[in-house]
């Protein structure tokens, strides 16, 4: 069964919107190298249609370019990416195609196939249902040192909580936290009872 990893840039206050407009600042050879393993350990990226269409605007023009970003342009360009999209995509750039099918099902039977990892980019709108229907394996946060004030935040409103574990955390030199969560079975338990147990006790 293959892996599903989410990377995103994302705000203290938990934003994830336009992420070039405020990201920039923070990224050197830490993030750089964090973004780069995220991408050359899988074979397909899942993309949503929005961040497909943004992909597919930029990244081959600038392969064409052959500036310090070329190399990997051509290799998002080389990789297989899955288009998850309520339509018909314009998939215009090489190695791309659509989703088929009910999501749950798709996505089951992609991972089922024979290969490397599975690496989402952005796609918000994918890695929500992904968390919700407990088939990503794990999600990288970027967490930056800034609140962004307004945009679409990572995790919207709902009915059910998504209990989740830590597998690892990074300082970078910037101050963000590179923080990877992987899905939890069950939220945790115990309330005010439990947990005052742990307060500070006066010394005898």
């Given at each position: 069964m293959r892996k599903i990893t989410a990377g995103l840039f994302i705000s203290l206050d938990g934003v994830v919107d336009a992420p070039h407009e405020w990201h920039f600042p923070y990224f050197n050879d830490e993030m750089g190298a964090a973004v780069g393993a995220l991408t050359t350990a899988a074979d397909t990226l899942l993309l949503g249609r929005k961040t497909y269409e943004g992909f597919a605007e930029a990244w081959p023009d600038r392969e064409d370019a052959g500036g310090e970003d070329a190399v990997f342009a051509k290799m998002l360009g080389d990789?297989?990416?899955?288009?998850?999209?309520?339509?018909?995509?314009?998939?215009?750039?090489?190695?791309?195609?659509?989703?088929?099918?009910?999501?749950?099902?798709?996505?089951?039977?992609?991972?089922?196939?024979?290969?490397?990892?599975?690496?989402?980019?952005?796609?918000?709108?994918?890695?929500?249902?992904?968390?919700?229907?407990?088939?990503l394996d794990e999600l990288h946060l970027l967490v930056h040192p800034i609140a962004v004030r307004s945009g679409l935040r990572l995790f919207d409103e709902g009915e059910e909580r998504i209990p989740l574990r830590l597998l690892e955390s990074k300082t970078f030199a910037t101050g963000v936290l590179h923080l990877v969560y992987g899905p939890e079975e069950t939220p945790g338990e115990g309330g005010y009872d439990e947990a005052k147990a742990h307060l500070p006790q006066e010394e005898a």
């Amino acid at each position: 069964m293959r892996k599903i990893t989410a990377g995103l840039f994302i705000s203290l206050d938990g934003v994830v919107d336009a992420p070039h407009e405020w990201h920039f600042p923070y990224f050197n050879d830490e993030m750089g190298a964090a973004v780069g393993a995220l991408t050359t350990a899988a074979d397909t990226l899942l993309l949503g249609r929005k961040t497909y269409e943004g992909f597919a605007e930029a990244w081959p023009d600038r392969e064409d370019a052959g500036g310090e970003d070329a190399v990997f342009a051509k290799m998002l360009g080389d990789v297989r990416k899955v288009v998850v999209s309520g339509g018909e995509p314009k998939l215009t750039w090489r190695n791309s195609e659509p989703l088929r099918g009910e999501f749950v099902e798709a996505i089951t039977a992609l991972k089922a196939e024979e290969g490397a990892d599975i690496s989402v980019s952005g796609s918000v709108s994918v890695v929500r249902q992904l968390l919700a229907h407990r088939l990503l394996d794990e999600l990288h946060l970027l967490v930056h040192p800034i609140a962004v004030r307004s945009g679409l935040r990572l995790f919207d409103e709902g009915e059910e909580r998504i209990p989740l574990r830590l597998l690892e955390s990074k300082t970078f030199a910037t101050g963000v936290l590179h923080l990877v969560y992987g899905p939890e079975e069950t939220p945790g338990e115990g309330g005010y009872d439990e947990a005052k147990a742990h307060l500070p006790q006066e010394e005898a």
